[in-house]
């Protein structure tokens, strides 16, 4: 069995490697600044908060932390493992880190708090939210959504937004992360992203053509997701330092586009390391799949004013902003 699991990996990363032969590099390359610390003296410690578990989502920072694109701009950086027992927002609140990844949309609610946060980086250029069920519902366009029941993730307000803005009835039921529900057939769609639980849905054994799926991005809906945010009080410091971990970060994603084999290896690395469950098939998956998320659209690590603007929009209708958010402000980097 052994072998024969490893024998499955270096598959994957000899796809990988031809995969990338034929596809042209990126012009979209961050140039490491020169004559900076390469030692572990005098360093400017800064902590990270992922969003979420450790997986290929995050392979930039991974990537840059083991190649040393921190470390060449003068920074100690610790990764922290997100998820549910650890609050990216209280993290920052707390001093158990300093640098967190959060979703546009919370980014800004945040921003409206007693210690406002700032982005200092966006990471994802486009939506990865999509509407995902199977063909036997019946469903083959979003009128058919009249009535039915959509497993929505809890916290994730913005997905409702979009069921409302349909004016169809839909029944949003509150779900967890998992897509049990929508394999057993007890919801009709549910929200997923398109660099895991799509992949997940399908390894169950699910064939592409009989699933249904509706990416949000393509349905007036592009709300870009994963940033990089600190408390304003952090960045008015430490403004250079901030700039420094957003470029890194960035360099990180970058290089791991270009060296697809060595990134998922970081990956499962530093998953195996903290006890995660492990598919180099669908870490593979996912780092394909974030890199047209990455550099598909926009300037790589850069929110976009016409972002933001659509962002403000869909948060005053909602009622959850009074007034839109200066751009300036909310990024100044």
Not at 39 to 63: C, H, I, N, P, S
Not at 260 to 265: G, R, S, T, Y
Request: net charge negative; aromatic share 10%.
């Amino acid at each position: 069995m052994k072998k024969t699991l490893s024998l499955l990996f270096a598959m994957l990363l000899i796809l990988a490697a031809c995969q990338r032969q034929d596809k042209p590099k990126s012009a979209n390359k961050y140039k490491a600044p020169k004559n900076v610390a390469t030692d572990t003296e005098g360093l400017f410690k800064m902590r990270y908060r992922l969003k979420w578990l450790d997986q290929a989502q995050f392979a930039g920072a991974y990537v840059a932390l083991e190649k040393g694109f921190y470390l060449q701009r003068g920074l100690d950086v610790e990764i922290l493992e997100g998820g549910p027992d650890y609050p990216q927002y209280g993290s920052l609140l707390d001093s158990s880190a300093d640098v967190v990844g959060l979703h546009l949309l919370i980014g800004m609610n945040y921003f409206n708090s007693p210690r406002p946060v700032v982005n200092i980086g966006q990471v994802l250029q486009k939506s990865s939210t999509l509407l995902i069920g199977k063909k036997s519902t019946g469903i083959a366009n979003l009128k058919d959504l009249a009535g039915k029941k959509v497993g929505v993730w809890r916290g994730q307000s913005y997905v409702r937004y979009f069921l409302d803005e349909q004016h169809l009835g839909i029944r949003s039921i509150p779900i967890d992360w998992s897509v049990n529900l929508l394999l057993n057939d007890a919801i009709d769609m549910m929200n997923a992203t398109s660099y895991n639980e799509y992949h997940r849905i399908m390894m169950s054994g699910l064939d592409e053509d009989e699933l249904v799926v509706f990416p949000l991005a393509e349905h007036g809906f592009n709300v870009v997701e994963d940033g990089l945010y600190v408390l304003k009080d952090y960045y008015k410091k430490h403004p250079q330092e901030c700039k420094d971990f957003s470029e890194a970060t960035m360099e990180g994603w970058l290089y791991a586009f270009e060296h697809p084999e060595e990134a998922l290896q970081i990956v499962i690395s530093r998953m195996r390391e903290n006890h995660r469950p492990t598919n180099p098939g669908h870490q593979l998956w996912m780092l394909q799949h974030m890199e047209e998320l990455i550099l598909g659209n926009g300037e790589p690590g850069k929110l976009k004013k016409s972002d933001l603007d659509f962002a403000n929009r869909i948060l005053m209708e909602s009622g959850e902003l009074k007034k839109p958010i200066p751009y300036e402000e909310f990024c100044p980097l």
